[in-house]
T-cell receptor, first 114, second 116 residues
């Protein structure tokens, strides 16, 4: 059974710091991996999606990497800002025949202090 | 374009009561999903649908039923609510990009349900 783990559960950093969020999964047979952002009381917004054949994806100050063989992904946030404060969730999609079913990690709650 | 909307935003039920949560999307997406989010457990898939008239069980389907009579709507029903169903419920919809299999799920704002 696929399990997704995110460490740490919470992180507090000063503004301007570069930071890395970690995601690990137990079964390397994934179709893709996504990173989401969730603001308090809100739904999820997709940030980056990495297909299983890719190693990384970049969007602005965000960079996500994927090492399928070791079952790990990282989300790198450069020059963090208070507006980055949110919960970040990673999710893996099982094989292509599993119609978009996502397995989520528990999330990392990030606080960026001014 | 409203995206994915959920009704109601918040509800309090007594044990044994029933209710239906409504999810609507205006993006003509084929796939729709219901998740629940509990503290420290991330999101877990309850039921999903790959098209109008079809539904399937997810990871935690017990105690819930769903229907997809119209492509744009996905209903989640609780026939006899239990305190263990206190949670935040999220609906999502998606489409698959032809030829790539690439799929991004768009989430609604959530429904907070408290069962006393």
């Amino acid at each position: 059974k696929q399990e997704v783990t995110q460490i740490p559960a919470a992180l507090s950093v000063p503004e301007g710091e570069n930071l890395v969020l970690n995601c690990s999964f137990t079964d390397s047979a994934i179709y893709n991996l996504q990173w989401f952002r969730q603001d308090p009381g809100k739904g999820l917004t997709s940030l980056l999606l990495i297909q299983s054949s890719q190693r990384e994806q970049t969007s602005g100050r965000l960079n996500a990497s994927l090492d399928k063989s070791s079952g790990r992904s990282t989300l790198y946030i450069a020059a963090s800002q208070p507006g980055d404060s949110a919960t970040y969730l990673c999710a893996v999609r099982l094989g292509s025949g599993n119609t978009g079913k996502l397995i989520f990690g528990q999330g990392t709650t990030l606080q960026v202090k001014p | 374009n409203a995206g994915v909307t959920q009704t109601p935003k918040f509800r309090v039920l007594k044990t044994g009561q029933s209710m239906t949560l409504l999810c609507a999307q205006d993006m003509n997406h084929e796939y729709m999903y219901w998740y629940r989010q509990d503290p420290g457990m991330g999101l877990r898939l309850i039921h999903y649908s790959v098209g109008e008239g079809t539904t399937a069980k997810g990871e935690v389907p017990d105690g819930y039923n769903v229907s997809r009579l119209k492509k744009q709507n996905f209903l989640l029903g609780l026939e006899s609510a239990a305190p263990s169903q206190t949670s935040v419920y999220f609906c999502a919809s998606s489409y698959r990009l032809a030829g790539t299999g690439r799929e991004t799920q768009y989430f609604g704002p959530g429904t907070r349900l408290l069962v006393l």
